[in-house]
């Protein structure tokens, strides 16, 4: 993440009130906590797509969700009035220091979910939650190889009570391909594989993409 270029967007936009409050709340939790400096300005504000991803997570009612590489907690913490189990994790302490200070109703996890110890500790905990449905919100993942990964671990976990799971997870648009910053999103055969549902949001040049399944 290039920090001068959240500065250049910051001052080229024209920001709102309250954009410009959260950003000045996350600089006093950078300052406490000293998290990655991009996590500043990735408000819901100035990133339009994680309120796309919000929506599309509250048109599925479910038990819990669980946000994986929460951050602050921008998307998950637009899920606080669903009603439902929240769940954050992030491999970033530091952030999650922050991501605590902002909600007080989030269950946080610093934890690798590849890692088989925290992948069991996390599931095992979701699954003791007594809920039947559950949703994984994997945005701004690294690549397509990781969410097909990560799809095989839920499968391949005996759960007790969750017989449903949906995930959401971002793919790049044509018009993104060949930009260097949308290069890391996974492309659109993830969901002809596993026939996703795709929501066109019409930001950031990317879209957003549901995936159901059983147990």
């Known amino acids: 993440h290039d920090f001068s270029l959240e ?3 910051f001052f080229k936009n024209k920001a709102s009130f309250k954009y410009l409050t959260k950003v000045l709340i996350h600089l006093a939790l950078f300052s ?4 990655p400096k991009w996590h500043i300005f990735a ?27 929460c951050g602050l907690a921008e998307i998950i913490g637009g899920l606080n009035k669903s009603g439902s189990q929240l769940f954050g994790v992030d491999t970033d302490p530091s952030v999650l220091k922050g991501a605590r200070v902002l909600n007080n109703n989030i269950e946080f996890l610093n934890l690798d979910v590849f890692s088989i110890n925290n992948r069991k500790k ?3 905990m979701l699954d003791n939650s007594n809920a039947n449905s559950g949703m994984f919100i994997l945005v701004n993942w690294a690549n397509t190889g990781q969410i097909e990964e990560f799809i095989g671990l839920i499968k391949g976990f005996k759960w007790r009570d969750l017989n449903t799971v949906h995930l959401i997870f971002d793919v790049r648009t044509s018009n993104s391909e060949d930009r ?3 290069a890391y999103i996974p492309s659109r055969q993830l969901i002809e594989k596993f026939g996703g549902t795709e929501i066109s949001t019409g ?10 399944f059983f147990l």
Do not use: H, M, P
């Open 122 to 124: 996390l599931f095992s």
């Open 43 to 69: 408000t819901d504000q100035n990133r339009n797509y994680k309120k796309s991803v919000a929506n599309t997570a509250l048109q599925t009612k479910v038990d819990f969700y669980c946000e994986i590489g």
């Open 32 to 35: 406490f906590f000293r998290f």
């Open 203 to 212: 930001d950031f040049e990317r879209n957003i993409c549901r995936v159901s």
């Open 180 to 182: 260097k910053e949308f």
């Open 7 to 9: 500065i250049r967007r």
